[in-house]
């Protein structure tokens, strides 16, 4: 069946560094991959998303290219901060209105 | 807007007992969602509503399980008895009609221990 795989953590930088966040996926078909975010004392919220192959999703500085040839949809941010310091999971789904598949999550700890 | 809220925010339960657990979706969200997440593992479907009606729930995990949205408003989500190995995180999502159907909208979590 579908399956999202993502590196484990916890993954420690320190404020403006450099982050990877790997996640590949196994499907059947051509999914829709999603980066959800959850921040302390918080719900999962969507951060970015890419419906189709070559396909780059933006928001708050991370980006994620879906690339097919790799069957993956690794998270970049060229320099993070404190704030986001969280728990991010990788998801897919394979058509509209089926059920979201994650990944086990990474956390992410940042300090000054 | 109120965002989803669920309750409690965490249960400590012995093993055998019962748990309710509530969810209170997005004003006007048709779809409801409940995933799980055991601890160091991945979330989890559990069952997907469209206002009242079970669209999916392929991914309860047996029948000590029950969830229920009357009037498809709020979602309850019992286990009854509880064992050991219901424990962890049960998140509620809701999405409206038409909706993105990748972007949902979560709540904080319902954390469960059974002891």
């Known amino acids: 069946g579908d399956s999202v795989t993502q590196m484990e953590g916890p993954v420690t930088l320190s404020e403006e560094a450099c982050l990877t966040i790997?996640?590949?996926?196994?499907?059947?078909?051509?999914?829709?991959l999603f980066w959800y975010v959850q921040y302390p004392g918080e719900g999962l919220q969507l951060l970015l998303k890419?419906?189709?192959?070559?396909d780059k999703g933006s928001n708050k500085g991370f980006e994620a290219t879906y690339r097919k040839e790799t069957t993956s949809f690794h998270l970049e941010k060229g320099s993070v901060q404190v704030s986001d310091s969280a728990v991010y999971f990788c998801a897919l789904s394979e058509r509209a209105g089926t059920a979201l598949i994650f990944g086990k999550g990474t956390t992410l700890s940042v300090s000054s | 807007e109120a965002g989803v809220t669920q309750f409690p925010s965490h249960s400590v339960i012995e093993k055998g007992q019962t748990v309710t657990l509530r969810c209170d979706p997005i004003?006007?969200?048709?779809?409801l969602y409940w995933y799980r997440r055991v601890m160091g593992k991945e979330i989890k479907f559990l069952l997907h509503f469209v206002k009242e009606s079970k669209q999916d729930e392929s991914g309860m995990p047996n029948n000590r399980f029950l969830a229920e949205r009357t009037g498809g408003t709020y979602s309850t989500l019992k286990v009854q008895p509880a064992e050991l190995e219901d424990s962890g995180v049960y998140f509620c999502?809701?999405?409206?009609?038409?909706?993105?159907?990748?972007?949902?909208?979560f709540g904080e979590g319902s954390r469960l221990t059974v002891l």
């Open positions: 890419a419906t189709k192959a070559d």
């Open positions: 004003s006007g969200h048709d779809n």
């Open positions: 999502a809701s999405r409206k009609a038409g909706g993105d159907t990748g972007e949902l909208f």
């Open positions: 790997n996640c590949t996926y196994t499907a059947t078909g051509y999914p829709s």
